[in-house]
């Protein structure tokens, strides 16, 4: 069933803080937030856009260094200091001409669920609050923060290509959209 969830999507939307991070913020003597993200989350989210699937990020909170990742990484549906992500997400569906059932979320609490309840494929990760859980469609092994991004790519890629053989492209050096 999450396989064939999997094969539809065309657009995998982000929480960041609990998904992307591991939801910790810590701050510097002058005020200054500091974030960590994951390195292999940057790779998942390249290997997702380079095979056309289409990435997003939607988050109540805005800060720096998370545009600075978002522009690291040219997710070109960033969505900072969101209110309203139900309304974000039906603006993404609009932009990309896509129905619901065509994306897939991640989130780890109550405020993703408006978003995590309407789309194809919703997903918790594995240190989400239970309720979320409940909700969920699929739990990551992965907690918050430790490569969730990649974990979701990887099941995502997989449902749609033959990911050994995208893996294998890449180790020759080989750039772009998988040959099938």
């Known amino acids: 069933m999450i396989k064939r969830k999997a094969q539809q999507i065309k657009l995998l939307i982000f929480d960041v803080d609990g998904v992307l991070t591991d939801g910790m913020l810590s701050y510097g003597p002058e005020g200054e937030l500091f974030k ?3 390195v292999k989350d940057g790779v998942g989210i390249k290997l997702l856009q380079q095979q056309g699937i289409s990435v997003a990020v939607i988050t109540a909170k805005d800060s720096g260094p998370l545009t600075r990742r978002m522009n690291d990484l040219s997710v ?3 969505y900072p200091g969101c209110n309203n992500k139900l309304e974000a ?3 993404l569906l609009d932009v990309l001409s896509l129905d619901s ?3 897939a979320y991640v989130g ?3 405020i993703d669920l408006p978003v995590m309840t309407r789309v194809g494929l919703s997903i918790a990760v594995q240190d989400a609050h239970a309720f979320v859980k409940k909700s ?3 739990i990551t092994i992965a907690k918050g923060g430790q490569g969730v991004a990649r974990e979701v790519a990887d099941l995502i890629l997989d449902a749609q290509f033959d990911l050994d053989k995208l893996y294998a492209q890449m180790a020759s050096g080989q750039k772009g959209k998988i040959v099938q």
Do not use: G, L, R
């Open 76 to 78: 070109e549906h960033f």
């Open 89 to 91: 997400f039906a603006e």
């Open 108 to 110: 780890d609490d109550v």
């Open 36 to 38: 960590q993200f994951n």
């Open 136 to 138: 969920a469609d699929y």
């Open 101 to 103: 059932e065509q994306a």
